[in-house]
Nanobody, 123 residues
């Protein structure tokens, strides 16, 4: 069992930055692939970044164009999402999720989810 708690969301002006954190409970965090998803009002939840257990393999949605960076610290049981050059269209609830095995893009294949953190980007 893994419990995930996101933090770091908030209100930021366009062009600003935020760093989201996802703290995980459990001794086996280092064996999980982690993903950051987001869901805007009226839209489906989408995977924006993922990282494998070691941190050596990452995935990013094409739409991000290098603005976001995912990383993890297995010693701290935490995964991060650094978001730069934020745009109003980045406004959404951001979720972290965990699954054993390799990175996948389908949300239904992730086993554990956090409660989400709101990110609002003003123009």
């Amino acid at each position: 069992q893994v419990q995930l708690v996101e933090s770091g969301g908030g209100l930021v002006q366009a062009g600003g930055s935020l760093r989201l954190s996802c703290a995980a409970s459990g001794r086996t965090f280092s064996s999980y692939a982690m993903g950051w998803f987001r869901q805007a009002p009226g839209k489906e939840r989408e995977l924006i970044a993922a990282i494998n257990w070691s941190g050596r393999n990452t995935y990013y949605a094409d739409s991000l164009k290098g603005r976001f960076t995912i990383s993890r610290d297995n010693a701290k049981n935490t995964v991060y999402l650094q978001m730069n050059s934020l745009k109003p269209e980045d406004t959404a609830v951001y979720y972290c999720a965990a699954k054993q095995g390799s990175i996948v893009t389908m949300s239904s294949l992730y086993d554990y989810w956090g409660q989400g953190t709101q990110v609002t980007v003003s123009s």
